[in-house]
C-alpha cells in the first residue's frame, strides 16, 4: 500500500516562509511525477506547483517568484518552500504522487498566514 504524508504546515506572520515536505512510502518502483496542490474555504483545489521525473518544474502564477518546489528522488520526496507568504496562501496544501499513471494523495497541512 502506497502512502503520501504531507508536513511543515503551521501558522506564520505574512511576509514570512515555511517548507512544506512530502514522502511517499511503500512499494514504489517509479514515481513520474509529484505535485503541491492546495485548497481555501469555498475555493476549488488548486495546482501549485509540480515536479517531474526528469527535474522540470512548473510553478502557478499566482505564486511564482516565491515559491519553489523541489525533489529528493532517493528519498520519494519533494519539498515546497514558500517565501514571502501573503495572507492570500492561506490553505490546506495537498502533495500528490504520479506513480506509473495511478495517482495518491496525501491528507494534507494547514498553512495560515496572518498579517
Known amino acids: 500500500q502506497i502512502q503520501v504524508e504531507e508536513s511543515g504546515g503551521r501558522q506564520v506572520r505574512a511576509g514570512g516562509s515555511l517548507e512544506l515536505s512530502c514522502i511517499a512510502s511503500?512499494?514504489?518502483?517509479?514515481?513520474?511525477?509529484m505535485e503541491w496542490y492546495r485548497q481555501a474555504p469555498g475555493n476549488e483545489r488548486e495546482l501549485v506547483a509540480g515536479?517531474?521525473?526528469?527535474?522540470?518544474?512548473r510553478i502557478a502564477a499566482s505564486v511564482k517568484g516565491r515559491f519553489i518546489i523541489s525533489r529528493d528522488s532517493s528519498r520519494r520526496a519533494e519539498y515546497l518552500q514558500m517565501n514571502d507568504l501573503k495572507p492570500d496562501d492561506t490553505a490546506v496544501y495537498y502533495c500528490k504522487v504520479i506513480i506509473l499513471g495511478d495517482t495518491y494523495w496525501g491528507q494534507g497541512t494547514q498553512v495560515t498566514v496572518f498579517s
Open positions: 511503500g512499494r514504489i518502483f517509479g514515481v513520474n511525477a
Open positions: 515536479i517531474g521525473s526528469n527535474g522540470n518544474t
